[in-house]
C-alpha cells in the first residue's frame, strides 16, 4: 500500500451497491462518490485551482499524454511536482495517456513493448511503455497514477479485444516493477468491450496484482447508457470492495446515479468544462442552451436554486450577450456554473446514499437530462457526442 493514501468503505447501501467511502491521499482525503474536474493540461480551463477547491473540489485530473509533450515532465519535476507547478493543494490523478495514444490511429503503432507515436502538436515521435509512463507519472508527482493500458473501441472484433486484454494485462504486470515511488498510488485497469465474461476475466487478471484502486475503461465511447450501466455495475461487482471504483471518462448528469447504484466510487469528464465553453449549461431544470434566443431579453438567473457566482449576480440576457460577443467571461462564468452544479449534484448522491433515495434522484435526473440516442447523433448544444469525446486536444 502506498504511504499516505487508503480507502475505508463507511456505509453500505442495504438495497444496492451503492456505498460512501473516504479516500485518503498525501494531499488530502475525499468524500466518495466523488467526481474529478478534468485539468489535462495542468489547468481546469477558465478557473483559478482556489476556485475549483472553493466548491468543494478535492481531487482533479491530470493527463500524462499532455504533460509529458507539453511541457515535458523535467520541466514539472524542477517545479517540484505538478502540484506546486500548477498551485494546486488538493489531490491530482493522472491518466497513463494510453487512451489519448490509441486514439492517435494512423499516428502510432502499438506491440509487446509499448506504443510509439507522433504528436499531434508537431509530429515528433515518443515512446510509451509502461515504464516510461511510470517515470513520467512520477516526476509529475501525482497522488494516483494509472497504468498503460490499450482501450479497444467497443465495437472491437474479438480477436482485437482479447490482444488489448493480453498487453494490458502484460503491462499491468512490468507497472507494479518499475515503480519506485512509496507515496503515490497506482490503479489497475480492466477492459473488456461489453463481453461481461471478458470482463470478469480481465478482472481477475488485474485484481490479482497488488495496486491501490481499480478502474473500468473502455465505457462512454459511444455504447447505449444502458449497455454502460450493465457493464459498469457487472465489472464493479468484481472489484475488491475494499478498494475504490473509478469508472473512466463518464460525466453526463444522468450518468452518476446509475452508476454509483452498480458501485462506482469516483469518475471523470471533459463534458462539464468544455459544455461551458460551448454555451451548454446544466440547471435544475434540465439544459440550457445560452444562446438561444428566448434568452435575449430574460432577466432571470441562469438556475433559480443555484447559489454559484453566474446565478447569483448576472441573468440568462448577461450570459447570453457574453456568449455571443465570444468574451472570455462567458466560459468563466459558465465553466463556473456547470462544474458548481456538479459538486452540489455529487453532494446530492451521498446524501441520497446515506439516506437510501438513490433510484428516486436516479429517476428524477433521468427525466432531466437523459435523451434517447445521446451518445449517438443528437446534438448537444451545436456538438455530436463523438466531438465531445474527442481525446487528443484535451480539456
Known sequence: ?????????????????????????????????????????????????????????GLILGNTYHLALRPGPEVIAAHGGLHRFMDWDGAILTDSGGFQVYSLASL??????????RSHIDGSLHEFTPE???????????????????????????????RALELTTAWAGRTISARQRADQAVFGIVQGGLDLDLRRQHAAAITALPFEGFAIGGLSVGEAPADMYRVAGATAAVLPADKPRYLMGVGMPADFARCVLGGVDLFDCVFPTRAGRTGLLMTSRGRVVIKNSAYKDDLGPL???CDCIACTRYSRAYLRHLFLAKEILASVLNTWHNLHFYARLMDR???????????????????LFAAPGRRGSESQGGLTWARWNRVVDGD
Open 1 to 57: 500500500m502506498s504511504q499516505g493514501f487508503s480507502f475505508q468503505v463507511q456505509h453500505q447501501d442495504p438495497g444496492s451497491a451503492a456505498r460512501l467511502g473516504s479516500l485518503t491521499t498525501p494531499h488530502g482525503t475525499i468524500r466518495t462518490p466523488a467526481f474529478m474536474p478534468v485539468g489535462t493540461q495542468g489547468t481546469v480551463k477558465g478557473l483559478l485551482p482556489g476556485t475549483v477547491r472553493d466548491m468543494g473540489f
Open 108 to 117: 502510432r503503432r502499438i506491440n509487446a513493448d509499448g506504443a510509439t507515436f
Open 132 to 162: 516510461r509512463v511510470v517515470a513520467i507519472q512520477e516526476a509529475l508527482g501525482s497522488d494516483i497514477a494509472m497504468v498503460l493500458d490499450v482501450c479497444p473501441p467497443s465495437t472491437a472484433d474479438r480477436a482485437e479485444i482479447d
Open 303 to 305: 438556475d433559480p436554486e
Open 349 to 367: 448522491i451521498r446524501a441520497a446514499v446515506a439516506d437510501g433515495s438513490l433510484p428516486e434522484l436516479a429517476a428524477r435526473m433521468d427525466a
